[in-house]
């Protein structure tokens, strides 16, 4: 059995719900096989502050290895449903391992975090988006990367806050936002699909009749920056319907299927925390997809 196989089947062996047990689970799983950050590798600046609230911060991953221009920027947002989550510390396998693999790609990795419900409501998290793009803009040339080619990513609710972010939620404008592309792992779209759950309360409010106007399936139909989408065979079933309703808006709007990645095997979480890893599924084709799909150079 190849190593791939016997991850696989370790995570299939998990409880098919998603709960903190499997979440647990899974960290068990991966943390011995990411790569943290290493000075071959990449250079770390920890816990900058894009603005004035304490969760206003991220780590900021530099190739250590010289170039001859200012290099593609990847930023990942976490998940943790609206109400939990953080870029993780200096020692936590997660979310170093993202940064890692960007500086890897020959990218500077950006990782983040945002204020959180219910303190701060919809739309705070795609706020906070627009205020760290805005951030990276002005600085990030200085850590070596070009902020022009800046590729937004996040996974479940951090993917509900940048189609928050593509859709104009908390962004105070009407212009394309200034992103080279988008990449979005396993999030939600359509809030309507959604059931009753303590977590769309806080971020959203207890009054469903905004799920529509909240929604950001139409501008992701429409929105001229490439995205990626994907969803892991294991997520649960309200995940899958909104992968589903996402392409469907998006071949009705473009008459093509969207770029797409369906991660056999994988688990709500499993999909992220496997990245950079030696049986990580996911970074080849992200990084197929930063380099075809906007056509970025590392």
């Known amino acids: 059995m190849s190593a791939l196989a016997a991850v696989l089947a370790r995570l299939r062996a998990l409880d098919p ?12 799983i991966y943390a011995p096989l990411v790569e943290m950050p290493d000075p071959q590798v990449c250079s770390v600046q920890r816990d900058l502050a894009y603005g004035p609230d304490e969760r206003h911060r991220l780590d900021v991953f530099t190739p250590a290895t010289a170039a001859p221009a200012l290099r593609t920027v990847f930023v990942y947002v976490h998940g943790g449903g609206f109400v939990q989550g953080d870029k993780g510390a200096a020692d936590a396998p997660f979310y170093n391992n993202v940064g890692v693999w960007a500086a890897r790609q020959g990218y500077v990795g950006v990782n983040l975090t945002y204020r959180l419900a219910p303190t701060h409501a919809w739309p705070a998290g795609s706020a906070d988006l627009d205020r760290a793009i805005n ?11 070009d902020p022009a080619r800046i590729v937004l990513c996040g996974q479940s609710a951090g993917a509900v806050h940048v189609a928050g972010y593509l859709a104009g939620h908390g962004r105070g404008s009407d212009a394309p936002p200034p992103l080279a592309a988008a990449v979005l792992l396993s999030g939600i779209y359509d809030l309507t699909l959604m059931h009753d759950s303590p977590l769309h309360h806080a971020y959203y409010g207890a009054d469903r009749s905004n799920d529509a106007a909240r929604s950001t399936l139409d501008a992701l139909a429409a929105t001229p920056v490439p995205c990626l989408f994907s969803v892991c065979e294991n997520d649960p079933p309200e995940f899958q319907l909104q992968a589903a309703r996402v392409v469907q808006a998006r071949v009705a709007q473009r008459g093509v299927w969207p770029p797409y990645l369906y991660l056999l095997g994988h688990n709500h979480v499993s999909g992220i925390m496997q990245l950079g890893s030696g049986v990580d599924t996911l970074g080849p084709q992200l990084a197929q997809f930063i380099a075809v799909g906007p056509g970025l150079p590392a």
């Open 17 to 28: 719900q998603f709960n903190p047990a499997q979440i647990a689970a899974t960290r068990d």
């Open 135 to 145: 951030w990276l803009i002005d600085v990030i040339a200085d850590y070596g990367g």
